[in-house]
Each structure stands twice: as C-alpha cells, then as structure tokens.
C-alpha cells in the first residue's frame, strides 16, 4: 500500500468538507437574506448560485486530484 492512497483519500476528505461547508454556510446566508429582503429575491439567488457553483468547483477539483493520486499509486 503506497501513500498516495492516504493521499487520496486526504484529498477527498478535506476537500468535499471544505465545499459541503462552503456550500451549506452560502445557503443558510442566502436563506437568511432572502427572508430580510424579499423584494431582491431574484439578485440574492442569483448571487447564491454562483457561490455555489464556486464552491462546488472546489469539490470536483479535490476528486481531480485524488483520481491522479491514485494512478500515481498503482
């Protein structure tokens, strides 16, 4: 067993963490200011997509890296 599996795995952990707190903070945020100002509903949820999407890049990239770790280790 090498340690670009812990690696990988590391990499996965940290990163999916680190976008599903991202992610879940962003929509709590925007819950909480679609509720303060409901006429802006349209520009706040359109705001929250793009920080999710951003958040969620940051996810797909740990996949990325781990995926490359892997092929590294066999």
Known sequence: MSLAWL???I???F???GA??????AGSKV????GRNPD????I???GIIIVVFA?????FSFVIAFLLQGKAL
């Open 15 to 17: 990163g999916v963490l």
């Open 56 to 60: 969620e890049s940051l996810g797909i």
């Open 31 to 34: 819950a909480e200011a679609t």
């Open 45 to 47: 949820r359109t705001n």
């Open 20 to 25: 599903g707190l991202g992610i879940g903070i």
């Open 7 to 9: 690696g990988a795995g």
């Open 40 to 43: 802006a509903a349209n520009a």
């Open 11 to 13: 990499a996965i952990g």
